[in-house]
């Protein structure tokens, strides 16, 4: 066995595409690097981006049931994600510190780059205590940035998750874009428009291949500051869908035994989720 830190990593752990693959996905297994087990047994996963680490927090569940079926006697019972440039652990206990248990429940410290210090909020409400707390208390900002190597610190939102389900040859393209526009801005009305709107898809039909066309025309170049973030992958509807906040399905008429014909109608719930669906 050997160590990394405080991380564990026995011997069948480095054989990646016998355990990590057929339980995180060929699709997700690419963006997520397991990193090694703690003393309580909890997997550590490093996620290479923003999109990855909140979709793969929302997955947590199937990946761990998937998990207990390809590694039934190491009892892994829990995933810790962090982002390759993670704020460590003693600046995230220090962020707490100053901000009070309270408001650093709203506003969560997320990740550095380079110098910089990026927070995620739950609303803007919690944006702005956060800053009617530091005008107030700016000496301690300063120190806990200084101490921690931060030159100043900026703010994202928890993005609105929505989750794209469409079947082969739905043929009305031009009905998807228009319903992708409607929905980045009716889903972020409620939480507030400074929420991004984060697309999960598949990589297999014709939508699947517009949304990714449609997302990469509305991303900014630097995903902290952009209004959407895209996350294809190879996850299963059944996987996906359930993870998010809205699912919008795109079918054909196929008969009462069409998977979506059965699991995802239109103004019902799949597993709490509310669904929006269109047929062709």
């Known amino acids: 066995m050997t160590q990394s830190g405080d991380l564990s990593r026995p011997p069948w752990f480095e054989d ?23 003393s309580r047994n909890a997997l550590h996963v490093s996620c290479d981006s923003p999109a990855w680490h909140i979709q793969t927090r929302l997955l947590a569940p199937a990946i761990l049931k998937r998990l207990a079926l390809v590694l039934p ?15 460590t652990p003693a600046a995230a206990a220090a962020w707490h510190e100053l901000l009070g248990p309270d408001l650093a429940q709203r506003v969560k410290p997320f990740c550095r780059r380079e110098r910089e210090l990026w927070v995620i909020a739950g609303s803007a409400e919690a944006r702005d205590a956060l800053e009617q707390h530091f ?8 120190d806990f940035l200084a101490g921690y190597g931060f030159t100043l610190w900026r703010c994202t939102f928890e993005p609105v998750m929505v989750a794209v389900v469409s079947a082969p ?4 393209l031009d009905l998807v874009g228009n319903v992708l526009l409607e929905t980045w801005h009716d889903a972020t009305q409620e939480p507030g428009p400074e929420h991004p709107l984060l697309l999960t898809y598949g990589e297999r039909t014709e939508v699947d291949r517009y949304v990714d066309d449609w997302v990469n025309q509305h991303t900014n170049p630097d995903p902290m500051t952009s209004r959407v973030w895209g996350s ?22 196929r008969g009462p035994k069409d998977f979506l014909h059965m699991q995802l109608r239109d103004g019902t719930t799949w597993s709490g989720v509310p669904v929006r669906r269109w047929d062709r």
């Open 232 to 253: 294809p992958s190879t996850l299963t509807d059944f996987e996906r869908a359930p993870a998010s906040h809205l699912c919008l399905a795109f079918g054909l008429h």
């Open 135 to 142: 005008e107030q208390h700016t000496d301690a900002l300063a």
């Open 169 to 172: 040859g739905f043929p009305d």
């Open 73 to 87: 006697d190491v009892g892994i019972g829990a995933l810790v994600l962090s982002l390759s440039t993670t704020v």
């Open 16 to 38: 990646l595409a016998a355990w990590w693959v057929p339980a995180a996905t060929e699709g997700a297994a690419p963006h997520l690097e397991p990193l090694g087990l703690d």
